[in-house]
Structures are given as structure tokens and as C-alpha cells.
């Protein structure tokens, strides 16, 4: 083998004139590698989207409650404080400007009752009944929430021994079930109409914990010294995002009304606050709702979102000392861009809140969708790009084509 600097000189000289060869035939190819995986990747960023919305069934009441009626509907959720208490006992109602309790949200029902039916009255003149498109009976819905933490206790049995576990409870009233349609294991969930309050949705998990069995339902549980009658099992939501923002403690719930139970002891007197009791109603202005959810016509865009806070102000109440958000539309390209800009504003808003684990759900694939909404907008430029790199090397290649045919041409004259 020759080492002279001629044969080292024409190797290297092939080698760089190979290496050329090779990066201009790539190069002319990359454009169209780039523009394969743009596509791709912007394809699997839709699919994610519309994947993220779909799993989120909390934000989409108006549009189950609409059903195939002409009449559109909008969700909207109101956030109040409480007073927390150091037991994870419920929120006590802390301030008016603050807070919202059963009270004032029969008040608010009532307005919003009005303002609905007043402008589905001129469709209502002819018919027996205020039913709306529905067919349900109701022209619009409504539910309140508070959520507190204590533990639930199996009694011993026969075959069995006793049994406990920590849990996150959510005392519900109105048409709850309605808003946050959970799959039904066994039995049914809470009944608004229902006279007897000791009644107690679990969850699969805690059911089983428990019980070792999903088909639990007429079996007893105890919160405390008061007796619960099991009456429905659900499933949660299992996507990573309702895993991530669930939290540690098994979920169950109870009527609204039942918080009072679970009151700290300094709050509470001898004999509880049970709508049974000498004072019926106590629970109705002690207890505080942290979460007010309605779904309104909005048979004009934004009109939903006006008689809400309309009817909240008709309570001797400011809109802007809530946090208010319309879940119908939420995640929109829009309403995506206006929660994210200005940077930093969304969660000074939100600061102050104790949210449900469906709103922080809400809110993490709210953070996940920008990001795959960037992630589609950064295909896109690629796209782009690509196709402009294409088009510029298909004119180069072209007038290549025509200035050597030219030269042919001449050559020949």
C-alpha cells in the first residue's frame, strides 16, 4: 500500500468529493423527510387535542343538556372562598363578598328561574307546560358543591373485620349527576328530590377497599357516629391527567345538607345542625358552597354569561369578587390564548381558590392543550418551510434543466 502524499492527497480528495455527493443528495431529499414528519406530527397533535377535550366530561353540560334541541346552551361554573379549617372539616361561609352559601344561591336559582322562563315565554304561550327542547321538564339546570376530607368506616361483620379509609367527601345538591355524568358501577347516584339525607355515592376504588366488591349497595358505612346507607358506586375518570390532579384520598358523596356533620367541633353545638333538628336551616347559612355550576341558554353568544352575573350582583354581590369561568368553549384556540396571555394573570385570578379535582383536571389540560397547540403551530412553520425549500430546489433543478438544453441547443447550431 502506497503512503506517498499524491495517494494520500487523492484519497482525501475522493473522500471530500464522496462526502459531498452524499450531503447535496441528502440535502435534496431533507425537505421532503421534514415535510413527511410535519405532517405527521401535526396529525398526532390534532388527535391529542381532540382526545384532551373529549376526556374532559365535566366541561361539557351544555352541550349533553342541549341534546338535539335548537336552543344553545352554555356552562358556566362560579368559585367562591370558604373559611378553612385546620380539621379539613368543610369551609364555613367566611364573608359575603366572599363566600356563597345554599341561601343566597336559592336566591340567585330564583332570579336565573326568571330571566330563563321570561325569555322562553313567547314559545311557552301555546304549550301546557315550560318543558323546553330537552324534554326533560327543565328549561335549565344547576348544581352547588363543597368537598371536605374525613374517614369512613366499614362496622365488623360476621366474616369481616372493621374497616376504614381516609376519603375526600363532596356534599352535592341540584341536579349534580348531571354536570359530571361518572360512570355508574352499581345502583344510581344522589337524587336531589331524595327525603332521607343519609345516603352515600363511593367510589370504585373506596368500594372495594372496603368491601372487596363493586355490588355494594343497601350495605351501611359510618362518617363519624352517623350511619350512611351505600346507594350508588362510580368509576372516575382514569386518563393521566384526571390521575395527576385526583390527588392521594378515595372519593365519595353525600347530600349537601350532610356537611354539616363533619364540622369542626368548635363550630358546631350539642346537637348537629340536621334539617330534623330545632334550627332546620342553619346548615343553609353556615356551611359554604365553593362551587355554584349552571347551564343557561345562550340564545345570543354571551347573553348566558350576562344573566348569570346579573343574578349574582341581584344578591347584593360583585361578579369580580368571584372567580367565574364558562366551561362551554373552554378550550378553544381562543379561550386557550386568552387564559395563557398575559403570562401570569389566569393564576393570579385563581389564586385564593380551593378547586374540585374535575377543575384541576380542567385546568392541567388546559396547560396541556397550548402545548400541543405550539407543537402543531411549529409543524406548521416546518410545513411550510419545507415547501418552500422544495419549491425553490424544483426552480433551481429547472432552470438547470433549461440552461443546459439551451447550451445543447447551441452547441448543435
Not at 143 to 162: G, I, M, N
Not at 204 to 220: D, H, I, K, N, P
Request: charged share 20%; glycine share 6%.
Amino acid at each position: 500500500m502506497s503512503f506517498s502524499k499524491d495517494a494520500i492527497r487523492s484519497r482525501l480528495q475522493t473522500a471530500w468529493i464522496n462526502t459531498c455527493r452524499r450531503t447535496r443528495i441528502t440535502l435534496r431529499f431533507a425537505p421532503f423527510v421534514f415535510l413527511a414528519a410535519a405532517v405527521g406530527l401535526s396529525i398526532l397533535g390534532g388527535v391529542r387535542i381532540r382526545s384532551i377535550r373529549d376526556s374532559q366530561k365535566a366541561q361539557i353540560a351544555a352541550e349533553n343538556w342541549q341534546g338535539d334541541s335548537s336552543v344553545r346552551y352554555s356552562q358556566i361554573t362560579c368559585f367562591a372562598r370558604g373559611q378553612m379549617q385546620t380539621n379539613n372539616a368543610p369551609d364555613l361561609y367566611l364573608s359575603p363578598d366572599k363566600s356563597l352559601n345554599v341561601t343566597e344561591i336559592e336566591t340567585i336559582h330564583d332570579a336565573l328561574d326568571k330571566t330563563v322562563k321570561a325569555s322562553f315565554s313567547e314559545e311557552k304561550d301555546n304549550s301546557d307546560s315550560d318543558d323546553s327542547d330537552t324534554g326533560t321538564g327543565k328549561i335549565w339546570i344547576d348544581a352547588y358543591s363543597a368537598t371536605a376530607d374525613c374517614t369512613l368506616e366499614r362496622p365488623a361483620t360476621a366474616v369481616q373485620k372493621a374497616a376504614s379509609a381516609s376519603i375526600t367527601v363532596t356534599g352535592v345538591g341540584g341536579d349534580y349527576g348531571l354536570f359530571h355524568p361518572l360512570s355508574i358501577v352499581s345502583g344510581a347516584f344522589l337524587s336531589s328530590d331524595t327525603p332521607d339525607t343519609k345516603k352515600i355515592v363511593l367510589d370504585t376504588e373506596l368500594a372495594f377497599r372496603l368491601f372487596g366488591t363493586y355490588q355494594v349497595t343497601g350495605q351501611s358505612v359510618f362518617i363519624g357516629e352517623r350511619e350512611y346507607v351505600i346507594v350508588g358506586v362510580v368509576r372516575h375518570p382514569s386518563t393521566k391527567i384526571d390521575q395527576a390532579t385526583q390527588g392521594d384520598l378515595l372519593r365519595a358523596y353525600i347530600p349537601f345538607s350532610e356537611l354539616s356533620f363533619l364540622s369542626a367541633p368548635s363550630q358546631s353545638t350539642d346537637t348537629p345542625t340536621d334539617p330534623s333538628a330545632n334550627s332546620p336551616t342553619a346548615w343553609k347559612t353556615n356551611l359554604a358552597v365553593t362551587t355554584y355550576e349552571v347551564v343557561l341558554p345562550n340564545r345570543l353568544s354571551g347573553i348566558a354569561l350576562q344573566n348569570f352575573k346579573t343574578a349574582l350582583e341581584g344578591t347584593g354581590k360583585q361578579s369580580s369578587d368571584y372567580l367565574i369561568t364558562e366551561n362551554t368553549g373552554r378550550f378553544s384556540f381562543l379561550r386557550l390564548y386568552n387564559t395563557t396571555f398575559p403570562i401570569g394573570k389566569t393564576a393570579q385570578l385563581r389564586d385564593g381558590y380551593t378547586f374540585p379535582f374535575w377543575e384541576r383536571s380542567a385546568q392541567r389540560a388546559e396547560m396541556t392543550l397550548v402545548f400541543w397547540w405550539v407543537w402543531i403551530g411549529v409543524s406548521i412553520l416546518t410545513i411550510l418551510l419545507s415547501l418552500l425549500s422544495i419549491f425553490a430546489s424544483f426552480g433551481k433543478f429547472t432552470r438547470k434543466q433549461r440552461e443546459s438544453t439551451e447550451r445543447l441547443t447551441i452547441k448543435r447550431i
